[in-house]
Each structure stands twice: as structure tokens, then as C-alpha cells.
């Protein structure tokens, strides 16, 4: 197993990490600046547009108006010089003066705010109009005799032809008015155009940097990836490398605790057993001797006679002889006795129909476990009775211990010996449950698998209760 430099690692990752913050930095700065770029952009077309689309609509206007005026002076000269009624040629005389006022306003400097290019029409416009219109000072003081001789001509060879001139210039101010704004528009065009060249290459260039920050992403997340399959085959293999070892680790204890108490039994027992029948032929011996003499050998028998049994119950706790002579069924009731006799707790075991060729690891399983359970009853549970109900399956065996105690709250950090009887039944492929609540009691549920040659040919029992 190799082990990597923190350090070097942790600074990879900061290298790392500072890369794909400032290439995320690029893109966003790319995609502002775009963005800016082009909102300034359609805002100054939007602006331009209005602009020239106002100025030709006045411009337009403005000359409509002038045409209208210039035609109605010609109606009124015409009214005014061929009108016999002196009352109404007056009239006319008057309207055709107003006129010529407004028409003044209308091509004075401030009214018309052409560009550089349309000056000269403009002027060229004013001059005509104002000639026009000095064409009819002559005509204003005649009498009815000369506006009737001399009016015809009038008209013909001065108003129409000077009109018709005035009206031929406002008509190409307004073709370049059109004209004008024609232009402007494939300006506004081309401003569009290089709009959208511009975004496509930003969106080209955020692109290929969104594409080389995607690819490093993925390759960095691949990495990742991998080492994080790598650690976790490694803790996936330490874990099991764990778990056998605790496997092993409970089987050297039950072997070594099947040793002790063996050679608690054989050897210790068997000794103090002999040593109590030597006691006893030595008070046998002794008496004609005096009685304290005899006391004392009397004190010495029952002090051995203690010793005797509490290391016949030592070697019972750590291997009970009736689980390899009577089976798990007598050892789950001798234990159930210990506890009830020692607790005052009501016990009640259930263990029938076990078969006698039950695999040796799986019988001390489930002694093991029943007795931590039995161990946590007695100094937490505060309980009154416990059931405890073993059954076997075609494929299994199942144990379920319940108490009535005070219960707690799940889940809960698991103590030592919880954890010793979840690693006793995932040792042999099992599973353990536990479910309680505050007042509610506890229930452990444990389910073993069997190998198919134990069970083979035996009925199904029923379910847990």
C-alpha cells in the first residue's frame, strides 16, 4: 500500500483548484463584456434610428407644408388677379399676403436645421422661394384695368413657371431626404453587421474557452474519480481485511476461552477436588485430636470448597460444557437461569425444534449473542421479562430477543457489545436489527444463514412472532 504526500496533494489541489477558478473568471468576464458590448451597441442603433426617423418625418412635414403653402399662393395671386370683384380680390389680396408670411417662417434658418450634405438645396430652396414671392410685389398695387389686362400674363409667364421651379427643388430635397434616410439605414445596417461579427467571434472565443474548461473539468473529475475508486477498493479492502481479522479474532477467543475453561475444569477443578477429598480424610485422621485442630482443617475444606465452585462457574461463563454436550437449547436455558436467578428478571425461552447437527461456529454465535443481550438487559434495560424465541428454518436460523424495559432512541452510537454481536452475525453472512423506542422496549432480530447439507430435507419452520 503506497501513501501519498498530503502536502504535494493539497497543493496539486489548490493548483487545480485555482485553474478552473480562472478559467470560469475568463468566461464570465467574456460573457459580461459581450453582453455590454452589445446591449451599448443596439442601444446607440435604437437611439440613431429614432433620431432619423424623427428628423425625416419633420423634414418631410415641413416640406409637405411649404408645397401646400406655395400652392395655395398661386390660387390666391390667381384669385387676386382675375377676380372682377374689387371686394374680393381685396380678400384675396389679404390671404395671399398671410401666406406669403408663413411661407417666410417656413424656410427661415431656425425652421430648417438640415445636415451638410442638404445645405445647399436648402439655400438653393430659399433663394428660389424668396424670389417667388418677390414676384408678386409689382402685382399688389394694381387697379382692376391692369389686373385685368395684365393678369393672364402674369400668371403664365411668372407665378406658374417660378412655382413649378420652387416645387421641382422641394421635390428633390424630399428624393434626398428618402435618400438620406436610405443611407442611414444601410449605416445602421452595417453597425448591425459588425454587431453580429463581433458576438459571433465572442461566442466562438467563449466557446473554445467553455470547451477547454470542460475538457480540464472532466479530466480533473475523472481524476477525482479514480482516486476516490482507489480509495474506497483500499477501504473497501481494509474492511474486509477487518472483518476476517475480527472473524479470526472471535474464533482464537472461543478457542482460547474453550482452552481456559477446559483446563479450568480439568486441571484446577480436578486438583481442588482432590485437595478437598485429602481435607476430608484429614479430619477423619484427626479425630482424637483436639477440636480447634479439627475446626480449623473443617474451615479449610469449605474455603476450598468455595474455590471449587466459583472456578466450576468461571469456566461455565466462558464456555458452558452443556453447549457441546446438551446443545444450544440446554445453554440457552442455563444461561436464561444465571441471569433470572442473579436479576430477578423473568426469562422465557423458546428454542424448540433445533437440529441436533447445528454448525459449532453457529451455536456460539447465537449463545454469544443471547448472552450480551441478556448482559445489556441486566444493567440497562430495567426490564421485567424478556422473551427469547429461536427458530430454524430450511435456511436459516433466526433469533429474536425482546425485552419490556425502558428502551432508547434509535439509532444511537452502538457500545462495544452491540458491535460485538453485529460482527458475530455478519461473520457468518447474517444480519442483526434492532428496533426500540423510549418505553418501548427493545427487540433484537438476528437472522443466520445455514449451509444447504444442515438443513437439507427438514420442513420450513414458521416465522418470528
Not at 438653393?124 to 410685389?137: C, G, H, K, Q, S
Not at 452475525?425 to 444442515?454: F, K, N, R, W, Y
Request: charged share 25%; proline share 4%.
Amino acid at each position: 500500500m503506497t501513501f501519498e504526500n498530503p502536502r504535494g496533494s493539497e497543493r496539486r489541489w489548490l493548483t487545480t483548484r485555482v485553474a478552473l477558478a480562472l478559467g470560469f473568471g475568463v468566461l464570465l468576464t467574456l460573457l459580461m463584456v459581450a453582453g455590454a458590448y452589445a446591449v451599448n451597441v443596439i442601444s446607440r442603433m435604437e437611439s440613431s434610428n429614432e433620431r432619423i426617423l424623427t428628423e425625416f418625418l419633420g423634414r418631410q412635414t415641413k416640406l409637405d407644408e411649404l408645397r401646400s403653402a406655395i400652392y395655395l399662393s398661386g390660387t390666391y395671386v390667381r384669385d387676386y388677379l382675375l377676380e372682377p370683384d374689387s371686394s374680393k380680390a381685396g380678400e384675396s389680396r389679404q390671404a395671399l399676403a398671410e401666406t406669403r408670411r408663413q411661407i417666410q417662417s417656413m424656410i427661415s434658418p431656425a425652421a430648417f436645421d438640415p445636415d451638410q450634405a442638404g445645405r445647399t438645396m436648402y439655400d438653393a430652396l430659399r433663394v428660389e422661394i424668396e424670389d417667388y414671392l418677390r414676384a408678386f410685389d409689382p402685382v399688389l398695387g394694381w387697379d382692376a384695368g391692369q389686373r385685368h389686362r395684365e393678369g393672364y400674363r402674369f400668371l403664365h409667364d411668372e407665378v406658374l413657371p417660378r412655382r413649378s421651379g420652387t416645387l421641382a427643388i422641394a421635390n428633390t430635397i424630399a428624393s434626398v431626404n428618402q435618400q438620406q434616410l436610405v443611407e442611414r439605414d444601410h449605416r445602421l445596417f452595417d453597425m448591425f453587421a459588425g454587431l453580429r461579427n463581433k458576438l459571433m467571434i465572442a461566442l466562438a472565443v467563449m466557446f473554445l474557452c467553455g470547451l477547454a474548461l470542460a475538457f480540464a473539468t472532466a479530466l480533473h473529475i475523472l481524476r477525482l474519480e479514480g482516486q476516490t475508486m482507489a480509495h474506497l477498493q483500499e477501504v473497501s479492502g481494509a474492511r474486509q481485511e477487518l472483518k476476517h481479522l475480527s472473524a479470526r479474532l472471535v474464533e482464537t477467543q472461543e478457542n482460547e476461552r474453550k482452552n481456559i475453561s477446559r483446563e479450568l475444569h480439568d486441571a484446577v477443578g480436578q486438583s481442588m477436588a482432590a485437595v478437598q477429598f485429602e481435607l476430608h480424610d484429614l479430619g477423619v485422621v484427626l479425630t482424637p485430636y483436639p477440636a480447634p485442630l479439627r475446626t480449623r482443617v473443617d474451615r479449610i475444606r469449605e474455603l476450598v470448597e468455595s474455590s471449587l465452585g466459583m472456578v466450576r462457574n468461571m469456566a461455565l461463563l466462558l464456555r458452558p460444557s452443556m453447549l457441546d454436550d446438551l446443545g444450544l437449547a440446554a445453554a440457552l436455558e442455563w444461561q436464561a437461569n444465571q441471569v433470572s436467578r442473579s436479576t430477578g428478571v423473568r426469562i422465557r425461552i423458546g428454542a424448540d425444534g433445533l437440529p441436533s447437527e447445528l454448525p459449532e461456529e453457529h451455536k456460539i454465535c447465537v449463545f454469544r449473542i443471547v448472552q450480551e443481550a441478556l448482559n445489556n438487559v441486566s444493567r440497562h434495560a430495567r426490564a421485567s421479562a424478556v422473551e427469547i424465541n429461536v427458530l430454524a428454518g430450511r435456511d436459516r436460523i433466526s433469533v429474536m430477543i425482546r425485552d419490556d424495559g425502558r428502551g432508547f432512541r434509535t439509532p444511537r452510537p452502538q457500545g462495544l457489545g452491540l458491535i460485538g454481536m453485529q460482527e458475530r452475525a455478519e461473520s457468518l453472512g447474517g444480519t442483526l436489527t434492532i428496533s426500540s423506542g423510549p418505553g418501548q422496549g427493545t427487540t433484537i432480530e438476528v437472522a443466520l444463514p445455514l449451509p444447504q447439507h444442515v438443513m437439507a430435507g427438514r420442513p420450513t419452520a414458521g416465522s418470528l412472532a
